[in-house]
């Protein structure tokens, strides 16, 4: 009875903690709430807490996107959280696109989404945070709700942040812990790791990565490599998608490639050579079968948490405003998506979902590098970076 009492307990807490909740039916007229680790963010839809504190309509919420578009990469995931907030609260959601990737692009799309009566919006990336720097003192109306940076100028010598403004961060490290960790349960433990660039976001998922295949093969008693390189570019080329089929040639089983187009040359690579990649930041693994999982940020879920956040009080919060909220298991605004069905072969959902539990309770720790100068201890894999 006393280890019954306990589990319910830890369920209960653990359900407090957990962005995406399930209610299952126990027994008879009891329920019981489940905790179910993200595996497919476009179909999460925000369930607020206290649902009597509902958003008031009536506003337009502006998507600022990249020159894909909304339509396009991470941005999709944006613009469907957007629209599936302002279709569930009555807002009306509209997106402008950049021309180009440039802080100048970017700032001609976010001037436009302000002056379109705007109460809200929403922008991802580095060129949206080098624009907003510029602008961000220049509309008194309207507020911003920024992904992955911080307003800052070009150099990145600086750094200001408005109080209209609230920033969110993922924790790359995480994601990229669960790539390896399952990467070496599932079987592959000669593994490298391509980046467009070596900038923290990216870095963070190489040491992630790397603290995540050690776990797995101190676990297993297996000895496992991993090879990394930067390509210094976020464009696909032929050489990079060479560089790739060389390193699975000469026997890297797996390669988790982060960064600008890098998933694309991934693509190429793995279906000319039938050997596996995992990409990050959004689900891509229906562009080939053999990118075998993509380790994400889960944005459709993060925007609507924030939206929700923003427009029950029509403002930013005063922890909120002006501020950089970091996200990831404790959220559940991280995962590991790989496919439907599911694609690995020996690391199942079952073990993902335990994994995940264990990393949000702290049971297991990932620790944050932003450089690869100083690494975490890693006995078990031997690390090759190639310059």
Known sequence: MKKFLALLLTLCLLGTLCACKGVQAASGEQEQHTVTAPTDDASF?????????????????????????????????????????????????ESQTAAGNTADDAEAALRA???????????????????????????????????????????????????????????EEQAGYLAGYASVMDGYTALGFIGAREIPGIVRYATGFLQGAEAAAEQ???????????????????????????????GVSLIMVSGGDLYKSAAAAVNETGAKAITTDYDSTDMAEGLLAS?????????????????????????????????GFINGEIALEAGNPWRFDNFSQDDYRRLYEQLRTSVLKVDTYADLDTLPDAPNVTLNRIM
Not at 224 to 244: C, S
Not at 301 to 321: H, I, K, M, N, P
Request: charge should be negative; hydrophobic fraction near 40%.
């Open 220 to 250: 297993q008693g297996e000895s496992v490599t991993l090879q990394t390189w930067f390509a210094d570019t976020d464009e696909t080329n032929d050489a990079i998608a060479q560089r790739m089929i060389d390193w699975y040639n000469s």
């Open 113 to 171: 989404a302000a002056e379109s009566g705007a109460k809200l919006v929403v922008c991802r990336g580095d060129a949206m945070g080098a624009a907003l720097y510029r602008i961000q003192g220049n509309y008194p109306d309207v507020h911003y709700l920024l992904f992955d940076s911080e307003p800052h100028t070009e150099d990145y010598s600086a750094y200001t942040t408005a109080e209209l403004v609230h920033c969110v961060l993922f924790q």
């Open 45 to 93: 839809v925000y369930q607020p807490e206290d649902p009597t504190l509902v958003p008031v309509g009536g506003g337009k919420i502006v998507l600022a996107a990249g020159p894909e578009g909304p339509e396009g990469g991470a941005d999709a995931m944006l613009w469907q959280g957007v629209q599936t907030f302002a279709d569930a609260y009555g807002y009306t959601a």
């Open 295 to 327: 380790a994400v940020k889960c944005y459709n879920a993060a925007v609507q948490r924030e939206l929700y956040s923003f427009f029950t009080s029509g403002t930013w919060a005063a922890d909120d405003a002006g501020q950089t909220e970091t996200v």
